[in-house]
C-alpha cells in the first residue's frame, strides 16, 4: 500500500513540529484511499504533552460530524515524536484505533502507519509508502 501527500502538505507538518521541538503536536489527516489531501492542528490536551498527545476532543467530533455530512474524509492523524524516532511507540500501540492512519514525525523524518489488530510494529502497525509529491 502506498500514500501520497503533496511536498507542501508534508513540509507545513514538520514546521509545526518544529516550532514546538519540546512538545508532541497533534492534528488530522484528510484525504482518499491514495492521498492525503488536507490535514487540521488539534490542540495537544494531554497532561503530559512533552512525551505523549491527545487530539482536543472537540477538534475530532466536529471533522467527524463533518465527514458525515459529506465533507472530508477523516483518515487518521499525525503527531510528533520530539525526541524519539518516527516509529509507533508502545503508548501509541494503546491507542491504535485500527484503519486509521498515523502520520508520525521527528526532525525531519516522517513516516506513515496504519494502524491493525495486529501488525509488525508493536502489534498494532504496519508501515505504508508515504510519497511526497507535486501538487
Same mark, same amino acid.
Given at each position: ?48 504533552? #512533552?512525551? *505523549?498527545? /491527545?487530539?482536543? @476532543? &472537540?477538534?475530532?467530533?466536529? %471533522?467527524?460530524?463533518?465527514? !458525515? +455530512? ?10 510528533? #515524536?520530539? *525526541?524519539? /524516532?518516527?516509529? @509507533? &511507540?508502545?503508548?501509541?500501540? %494503546?491507542?491504535?484505533?485500527? !484503519? +486509521? ?35
Amino acid at each position: 500500500m502506498k500514500m501520497e501527500i503533496s511536498r507542501s502538505l508534508l513540509e507545513q507538518i514538520l514546521a509545526l513540529a518544529a516550532a514546538e521541538p519540546e512538545r508532541e503536536i497533534c492534528g488530522l489527516l484528510f484525504g482518499d484511499a491514495h492521498r492525503i489531501t488536507a490535514f487540521r492542528p488539534a490542540a495537544n490536551v494531554s497532561d503530559a504533552p #512533552h512525551r *505523549s498527545f /491527545e487530539i482536543d @476532543p &472537540s477538534t475530532l467530533f466536529d %471533522a467527524l460530524r463533518a465527514e !458525515r +455530512r459529506g465533507g472530508p474524509r477523516v483518515l487518521g492523524h499525525y503527531h510528533s #515524536h520530539p *525526541s524519539g /524516532e518516527a516509529m @509507533p &511507540s508502545a503508548c501509541d500501540a %494503546a491507542m491504535a484505533e485500527p !484503519r +486509521r492512519l498515523w502520520l508520525i514525525v521527528s526532525g525531519r523524518e516522517a513516516r506513515l502507519w496504519l494502524a491493525a489488530n495486529e501488525g509488525p510494529v508493536q502489534g498494532r502497525f504496519r508501515p505504508i509508502a508515504l510519497e511526497a509529491c507535486d501538487p
